[in-house]
């Protein structure tokens, strides 16, 4: 069974930064494609960003693109999501995704196989 467990989370202020941290155990991480999604109240899960299995294919949904960098670590089993330039409108709880179908990257939450648990992340004015 593969586990992703998040990490870094918490209370920024607008302008700041945080990174997040997903550690992936289980299975060699290096098959999986990896997502980070985020959920506001309210709203439904999207996509923020996602990456291929060799690093050198990225996505960014539009309202973070120029802030947010998603990396792994294929050494570590883990993946990173750096987010700078942080506003109120980030706040959500962001999830890590993993997924191994086929492609390169996946752009929504069904074509990936395994969740974390979630971190919140929380802007303030």
């Known amino acids: 069974q593969v586990q992703l467990v998040e990490s870094g989370g918490g209370l920024a202020q607008a302008g700041g930064s945080l990174r997040l941290s997903c550690a992936v155990s289980?299975?060699?991480?290096?098959?999986?494609?990896m997502g980070w999604f985020r959920q506001a109240p309210g709203t439904e899960r999207e996509l923020v960003a996602a990456?291929?299995?060799?690093?050198?294919?990225?996505y960014y949904t539009e309202s973070v693109k120029g802030r947010f960098t998603i990396s792994r670590d294929n050494a570590k089993n883990t993946v990173y999501l750096q987010m700078t330039s942080l506003q109120p409108e980030d706040t959500a709880v962001y999830y890590c995704?993993?997924?191994?179908?086929?492609?390169?990257?996946?752009?929504?939450?069904?074509?990936?196989?395994?969740w974390g648990q979630g971190t919140q992340v929380t802007v303030s004015s």
């Open positions: 289980g299975r060699t991480f290096k098959i999986y494609a």
């Open positions: 990456i291929g299995r060799t690093s050198t294919t990225t």
């Open positions: 995704a993993a997924g191994n179908n086929g492609g390169t990257l996946y752009y929504t939450s069904r074509a990936y196989d395994y």
